[in-house]
């Protein structure tokens, strides 16, 4: 279980960094470039994930739970994946509407493939593995709405389009395909 909290830390740490420690990206950066910080936030980024991916993995096997969902919530969780996928494409097209209007779709997609996977998955593994996910997001666009951030004025049809298009696409993948080649759970059996 401790390598499954190391992963988090790292990988979650140094995504949050913009967000409680601004001033030590910007000196790292003033001081070292940003080239070698875009070099060490892809090293933790990575290391985090790895330790993160693999820690759950163990934790899997000698794990405490704490709850079973019903059969139906599995159809729930499939549904909400939708959305999520589509905001998580969403936040990496030209702004559109959806951008505009959610206005971190990154950080909303993440709380729902959270929310999600916490109302299918009761062990301990995954509740700290979701929930940390869950916390983070949450904390993160409060953050970022105490900065003030700026979100563009102009929107394309065609973001929002591709965003539509492409998030059920990865969802299909997802559902049909990657899910259980990648995570060996299948989601539709």
């Known amino acids: 279980m401790w390598l499954l909290i190391l992963g988090l830390v790292l990988f979650l740490g140094i995504h949050s960094v913009r967000a409680f420690a601004p001033a030590t990206r910007e000196n790292f950066i003033a001081n070292r470039g940003e080239g070698a910080w875009k070099g060490l936030y892809s090293v933790l980024s990575i290391l985090g994930f790895v330790v993160l991916i693999y820690g759950y993995g163990q934790a899997r096997f000698d794990n405490v739970f704490f709850y079973s969902a019903p059969t ?25 509407r959806i951008k505009k209007a959610v206005k971190n779709p ?14 299918v998955n009761g062990d301990l593994a995954s ?6 996910f869950l916390i983070w997001a949450v904390i ?11 979100f563009p004025d102009q929107t394309s049809v065609m973001g929002d389009i591709l965003s539509i298009v492409i998030g059920i696409g990865i969802w299909l993948a997802f559902a049909f395909w990657l899910h259980e080649w990648l995570i060996g759970v299948p989601v539709i059996a």
């Open 72 to 96: 139906w919530m599995t159809h729930v969780q499939l549904l909400l994946m939708l959305p999520a996928m589509i905001l998580l494409a969403a936040s990496q097209l030209p702004a559109g």
């Open 106 to 119: 990154q950080l909303i997609g993440v709380k729902i493939w959270a929310i999600g996977h916490l109302l």
């Open 127 to 132: 509740i700290l593995l979701f929930g940390g």
């Open 140 to 150: 993160v666009v409060i953050s970022t709405k105490k900065r003030g951030q700026t």
